[in-house]
């Protein structure tokens, strides 16, 4: 019988405000696990832990950037004096912030991307991966992307941050691992949430085009891939990026107009 029982466990959520991150959030919940539920903004991360309470579930929200190492340590510090030992870190916090590279500018793209997708990974990795060691336990999950496939035009900044965390996901599923602490990452097409909102009606539709099913993912199906990867179904998986796209097509040349 498949194991989903999370019960006995406890699990951070970064960027679990809104979009993808909420539903990840309830939906461990809702398999039993006592949440710590995380975004830049007090409000969103409130508002999700307290739909979990309702549920009748067990959450606590927090606040911190993820990309900057003491505001996460006393995060850590927050969440596991009031629950204990994180035994399940979903690395969900992420922007969307992209364009094309010949059209870069001292933006600060690559250094944002970078700094919340790898280095914001890291920091929550680095803070609760000592006490998963010594349990002999963890769950750690990355949410990385489609365009780990084979990258997408006019989105270097976004491509680098989330290839350099699946390499990240790669390396320690091999080092980890023999401890007892298993590393992957889901990797989502394109789902309906906030980042595409201000896309034009011509590129949802090339998406849209380029997908067998025709439509983009809702936030629900990420959630229920990376509920397998946290639960003891999926004990033996270690190292592993498992797409969520719906088969879609690569977009090889495809240029922004959504902004």
Known sequence: MLNTDLSDRTALVTGAGRGNGRAIATQLAEHGATVVVNDLEADPAERTAEEIREAGGDAVA????????????????EATGEVGTIDVL?????????GPFLER???????????????????CTDAVVDDMVEQGYGKIINITSIHTKNGVGMSPEYDVGKF????LTKSLALEL???????????????DTRMVEGFSERTKEQIRDLNPFDRFAQPEEIADAVTFLATPASDYVNGHELRVDGGQVPIDSWKYDNR
């Open 90 to 98: 979903v690395n969900n916090a992420g922007v969307g912030d992209a």
């Open 62 to 77: 927090v606040t911190a950037d993820v990309s900057e190492e003491d505001e996460v340590t006393a995060m850590v510090e």
């Open 164 to 167: 350099s965390l699946l390499g």
């Open 177 to 191: 691992g023999r401890e007892g602490v298993r590393v992957n990452a889901v990797a989502p097409g394109w789902v």
């Open 105 to 123: 500018e001292d933006n600060g793209r690559f250094e944002l991307n970078l700094d919340v997708h790898f280095w914001g990974s890291l920091n």
